[in-house]
């Protein structure tokens, strides 16, 4: 989940929508979790993205996907420490040593959600509804099922056991 703040909040809510369309989830809602933070400055003539780096320029008119490249090649290789791994949500990977695995969707759905709730976990409903917004019968086995695979996956090819706790509704990643 990336933060975006910008000057102009009509544009921002068009940008979050079309974000989210792509199923790239970015939010302005300061109170809500999240792992990077960036911000646009939009005029007459351009829109400012303000990057870690260096500032890049979008001169208007810019087409979505160019904006979407920009901000995607930005987190791209940003990472997050789970204990031994190295997290790229962005990329949807892990990585160990110089061992990487790449995630698929629901998988990077899942680690983005126990990363941002480490403290009090994630609620189970809650992250069914996020990889499958349309299911009208929830079956959080099928949840369960994916939870099991993530974790065999990381077991397999990175040898290392990921921890993930199942109580009471929510899920809970340990991290050593």
């Known amino acids: 989940m990336i933060l975006i703040l910008c000057n102009d909040n009509f544009y921002l809510n068009q940008i979050i929508n079309l974000f989210n369309q792509k199923k790239f989830y970015v939010t302005n809602d300061k ?10 400055y939009l005029d007459k003539n351009q829109i400012k993205i303000n990057s870690p780096n260096n500032p890049i320029f979008l001169n208007l008119p810019f087409s979505f996907e160019q904006l979407f490249s920009e901000i995607k090649n930005l987190y791209m290789d940003e990472f997050v420490n789970l204990g031994k791994l190295k997290y790229r949500p962005i990329k949807q990977s892990l990585s160990l040593n110089n061992n990487l695995i790449n995630l698929n969707f629901i998988h990077n759905v899942i680690m983005i959600n126990l990363m941002l709730n480490l403290d009090i976990g994630v609620d189970k409903i809650f992250l069914y509804g996020l990889i499958w917004p349309n299911d009208k019968d ?39």
Not at 31 to 40: A, E, G, S
Not at 146 to 153: A, D, E, S, V
Not at 160 to 168: E, H, Q, R, V, Y
């Open 31 to 40: 109170t809500t979790k999240y792992i990077f933070k960036l911000n646009l």
């Open 138 to 176: 929830i079956q959080i086995n099928k949840l369960d099922t994916h939870i099991t695979n993530l974790k065999n996956k990381i077991k397999n090819e990175l040898k290392i056991n990921l921890k993930i706790i199942s109580n009471a509704g929510f899920l809970k990643l340990c991290i050593d």
